[in-house]
């Protein structure tokens, strides 16, 4: 069973989601059969994160918790704060802000308690995601900031870069799109360890939309093909979902938006399949801009009081205001600019 969840983790690091589950499945029913409760909490938690990251968030969800229930009752508190985080990222990837947020803060201090600051950057870097959605810019960049100053003593490259793709994105939400694709261009120049293609094309889709915002189209086109081709079998969907958005708002600003919408309804209709209410939301937002932008029939105002009302409800004060703010404003003329 150990040499079965190692294989999974492995096949995990590979991109091979469902392999990974398959492996880690089988450990955790062996487990059962010892009644190896640590042992059953740890591949519960390993199986959860597998899917978490195939986008199957309900069932990711239900493991956490599982998890988290075993690692309680045999007072592994370590354990019991990698599954508050782990049920923490669910929630949020599920739209659940109320839910998620105590339970990121309850992880947060465990790890800060058991002094281990690694866990506690990556638990301030989820922390911080949240308070993006919420709108919360100036927070969010003040939790990443002391992030990497948790990072200074005990480096983990994998978990800087996710704080500094969240700066970046913080960067593009604050008009500062110049800043955020020169910090990106220079990690990519200057990163530490070579990069497996999702962390890559996580990367180049916030660089497209970077470009996008700035009115440079054709790279902008550019980076954002390459992040499709690195996700072309991402097993990944919500990665996949987020870089086909950035795609299709490329395609519309560069006047094509009769494919961009027909690619957007399919986002739309694809993330609600997966249950990921952040991304059809966003992609929900992207499809009123480019059908107001085409004159269509469907371009009233009507859609983007809807992505309001229900980002709304969820605490997506972010997206409220994204689409607040597109559905006052007057579209961009044909071929310039970005959606």
């Known amino acids: 069973a150990h040499a079965l969840n190692a294989l999974g983790t492995v096949r ?12 880690h499945l089988e450990a955790l029913a062996r487990y059962r059969r010892l009644e190896d409760a640590a042992r059953i909490a740890d ?8 899917r978490y ?4 968030l309900k069932l990711a969800l239900e493991l956490h918790r599982e998890s988290l229930v075993l690692y309680e009752r045999i007072g592994h508190r370590f354990g019991a ?10 929630l949020l990837a599920l739209g659940e802000l109320e839910e998620a947020e105590p339970l990121f803060r309850t992880a947060r201090e465990t790890f800060v308690e058991l002094r ?3 866990f506690a950057a990556e638990t301030r870097r989820g922390l911080a995601e949240l308070e993006v959605a919420r709108g919360e810019l100036a927070a969010a ?10 990072l200074r003593s005990q480096p983990s490259s994998d978990i800087e870069r996710n704080v500094r793709l969240l700066i970046a994105r913080i960067d593009l939400e604050e008009e500062a799109a110049a800043d955020a694709e020169r910090d990106l261009r220079r990690y990519l120049a200057e990163r530490p360890a070579p990069l497996d293609a999702d962390s890559e094309a996580a990367l180049r889709d916030l660089l497209a939309q970077a470009l996008l915002e700035q009115g440079r189209l054709e790279e902008a086109r550019g980076a954002v093909r390459r992040a499709l081709a690195l ?3 991402s097993q990944r969907h919500q990665l996949r979902l987020g870089v086909e958005i950035t795609a299709a708002r490329i395609t519309a600003a560069m006047g094509e938006e009769a494919p961009a919408i027909a690619d957007l309804v399919g986002l739309v209709d694809r993330a609600r399949e997966l249950d990921l209410a952040s991304r059809r939301l966003e992609a929900e937002l992207a499809l009123a801009e480019v059908r107001r932008r085409s004159g269509g029939p469907a371009a009233g105002q009507a859609a983007f009081d809807a992505v309001a009302r229900e980002a709304g409800a969820r605490g997506l004060r972010l997206l ?16 310039g600019g970005p959606v």
């Open 53 to 56: 990251a195939q986008g199957r």
């Open 43 to 50: 591949t519960l938690n390993r199986t959860a994160n597998v």
């Open 141 to 150: 960049r003040q939790g990443l900031e002391g992030a990497l100053e948790d």
């Open 231 to 233: 996700t072309e079998r």
């Open 116 to 118: 281990n600051r690694v």
């Open 81 to 90: 704060g990698i599954a508050s985080y782990g049920i923490a990222a669910d």
């Open 320 to 335: 409220v205001d994204k689409a607040s703010f597109s559905g006052r404003r007057r579209p961009h003329a044909r071929g």
């Open 12 to 23: 995990s690091e590979e991109g091979d989601l469902a392999e990974a589950a398959r492996l």
